[in-house]
């Protein structure tokens, strides 16, 4: 057992010497030119930016009556264009008043949209989407744990015009066996 300890250890301390040695020298210009630039497809997640109202329905797991929804939020570019982050405030009926972040962003290397979000229903999630350009539509997927434990979402969302867009979503726990919860609506820029 010793042997084999001082045989890893010995070898741990080897690749390192020789990895470390094999590092290039770099000057801050050469670290700049390694910068990534900013993926052209961001660019579409213009159409979210700006202040919005949307009013819609929501059906909830274990509840026989449709929940009326209406809320506001604001997408504003960050991060010197890297990342859109949008606040919003979203109200279902007599269960109160919800507020959540969500950022967006751009994946190049998988060619996907990437999202976060968190709300004070305790919900934290990730999710990534694809845009449809001939049909101007949005799909996406999320994965989050909150007051269901964990769930996987999806949704679409599709541009009538500059101005509105029309979306959906459903929300799945028990490894998506189980619906919890489906929405749908409409968003007007305000």
């Known amino acids: 057992m ?5 045989v890893c250890a010995s070898l741990v301390c080897f690749s390192s010497v020789v990895l470390t040695g094999c590092m290039p ?3 801050l210009d050469d670290m700049k030119a390694m910068t990534h630039q900013r993926p052209p497809e961001l660019d579409k997640l213009n159409a979210f930016a700006g202040k ?3 009013e819609g329905e929501a059906t909830i ?6 929940l009326k929804t209406h809320g506001t ?3 504003k570019w960050d ?17 109160g008043e919800m507020t959540g972040v969500e950022t967006w962003t751009y994946d190049s290397h998988a060619k996907r949209y990437r999202s976060t979000w968190v709300d ?16 101007n539509t949005w799909k996406m997927r999320f994965t989050s744990h909150g007051p269901h434990g964990k769930t996987t979402g999806k949704g679409c969302v ?23 919860m489906e929405m749908k609506g409409t968003s007007r820029r305000r």
């Open 2 to 6: 010793l042997r084999r300890s001082v």
């Open 25 to 27: 020298k770099m000057t």
């Open 52 to 54: 919005w109202e949307f």
């Open 61 to 66: 797991a274990g509840l026989d009556e449709v």
């Open 73 to 75: 939020n604001e997408a």
């Open 79 to 95: 991060g010197d264009g890297w990342f859109l982050v949008s606040r919003g405030t979203f109200n279902m009926a007599e269960l």
């Open 120 to 135: 004070t229903m305790g919900s934290i999630g990730t999710g990534e989407s694809w845009h449809n350009d001939k049909t």
């Open 158 to 180: 599709k541009m009538i015009d500059d101005n509105t867009m029309e979306w959906c979503w459903a929300e799945y726990a028990m490894g998506g066996l189980m619906k919890t």
